[in-house]
């Protein structure tokens, strides 16, 4: 137990020396001597602001005890959260074309390693008071489209005169922007460099079955005429002109009711079924891409709404929760992946008995990627799933989902 405990104060210890402040400029993060370094994210739909403070000056900003232990207690962990979703709130302000946008949500988290290089701690995981960094995240709503952003930051104090600022728009970044006491705001430039929000699919539309036009004005018509011409048939014989005037006022008749009351039924046995797994997959392809295209809404009600133009009843909420999961980056502060590509793959398509619809059944795969902490997460994950497909109201929705395989790659 000694030799453990010695060996663990050696590796802390050199582990100091050797890497020094963790924000020591080293081509990743700013220059040597800051103390902390935002990162802002902009997007369609949502704009995101990031910043990694060392965890002794992130102690001092909240006038919690720097304390003497070499490792980061528990307490002080749970602390240092807390105060930063309360207090951190106002460090920041982001106006859009001059709009102060209102603040989503604020989350922090305690981390390990260097900014660009973050490394996520555990519950029971130990770390170096030095080695350790606050990460603050502020979400904010945004337009689908804008021109400028402007950051200001309001939490400058002897530890923090200077805030190095990196903008991360689609796959690019731009470096160079630095807040200060003097100076506090900042701004970014679209000018069409922001990729634009991407559109919904289009959902192959219903094959419609074989039609059958009923006239029923004129079916009716010529049925009281049919039974008046039977009663008053004896009378005709005397007087053959008057017949032809009678004919020829039924079929004006009927022709003048051949849209009065009319229909058209669908033909039984002629509705379309989909039998082939290519067809199935130009149905569920589009399905698929709108559901993950739903979670680039912010609003849990834009969401939601995105979600019901492809998903039916009680599966939406299933669908919502299982997604958010699979798309979070980090548990502890809500970061979701936007997926960019997607394959669908059908190997089987089954009717659904008794009901219109199929089941199709094979695999699909989502990439996703997305800024965090000054560098890129790439996401892959492939499932493989039986799902019900129906015609809803006219067009075709998910209308039941059982996952056989899920796998994160």
């Known amino acids: 137990m000694k030799l453990h405990g010695l060996m663990l104060l050696c590796l802390l210890l050199g582990s100091n020396g050797m890497q020094g402040h963790v924000f020591d400029g080293d081509g990743d993060g700013p220059s040597k001597g800051s103390n902390a370094q935002a990162y802002l994210y902009v997007e369609p739909y949502s704009c995101r602001v990031e910043c990694l403070m060392w965890l002794p000056t992130a102690l001092t900003a909240f006038k919690l005890p720097q304390g003497n232990a070499i490792l980061l207690p528990a307490s002080i962990k749970e602390n240092i959260i807390e105060e930063a979703k309360k207090q951190a709130v106002s460090w920041c302000v982001l106006r ?89 705001q900042g701004g970014w430039q679209n000018k069409g460099r922001m990729p634009a929000a991407k559109a919904l699919a289009e959902v192959p539309p219903l094959a419609k079955p074989a039609m059958l036009y009923l006239p029923l004005g004129s079916m009716a018509w010529l049925a009281a005429s049919i039974f008046f011409v039977r009663k008053m048939k004896r009378h005709w ?55 993950y295209r739903a979670f680039d809404q912010r609003e849990e ?43 669908v793959k059908v190997d089987k398509v089954t009717p659904i008995s008794g009901r219109h619809g199929f089941i199709a059944e094979g695999q699909w795969t989502a990439l996703g990627t997305v800024g965090h902490w000054g560098h890129m997460h790439q996401r892959i994950n492939r499932y493989k799933a039986r799902i019900n497909i129906e015609p809803i109201n006219g067009g075709w929705k998910m209308t039941g989902l059982e996952v056989l395989e899920e796998r994160r790659m």
């Not at 950051?151 to 970044?173: A, D, H, L, S």
């Not at 039924?265 to 891409?289: C, D, N, Q, W, Y």
């Open 301 to 343: 009600s834009g969401i939601y709404d995105v979600l019901s133009r492809s998903i039916e009843g009680g599966l939406l909420q299933k669908i919502y929760l299982q997604t958010v999961q699979s798309l979070s980056i980090d548990d502890q502060d809500g970061t979701r992946v936007k997926v960019t590509d997607l394959d």
């Open 237 to 291: 014989r005397s007087a053959p002109e008057r017949s032809t005037i009678i004919v020829l006022t039924i079929f004006l008749g009927a022709a003048i009711l051949w849209r009065v009351f009319a229909f058209e039924v669908a033909v039984p046995g002629t509705s379309h079924k989909v039998m082939a797994t290519t067809e199935a997959e130009t149905i569920l392809f589009p399905l698929l891409r709108n559901t």
């Open 96 to 184: 859009i074309d001059g709009v102060e946008l209102k603040t989503h949500t604020v989350t922090a988290v305690v981390l390990k390693g260097r900014p660009g290089r973050t490394e996520s701690l555990g519950k029971d995981d130990l770390v170096a008071v030095t080695d350790s960094m606050l990460g603050v995240t502020w979400e904010f709503d945004a337009p689908m489209s804008f021109e400028k952003v402007e950051i200001e930051w309001r939490k400058f104090f002897e530890e923090v005169m200077q805030v190095p600022v990196t903008v991360f728009y689609g796959p690019m970044t731009e470096n160079g922007m630095i807040l200060k006491q003097s100076i506090p």
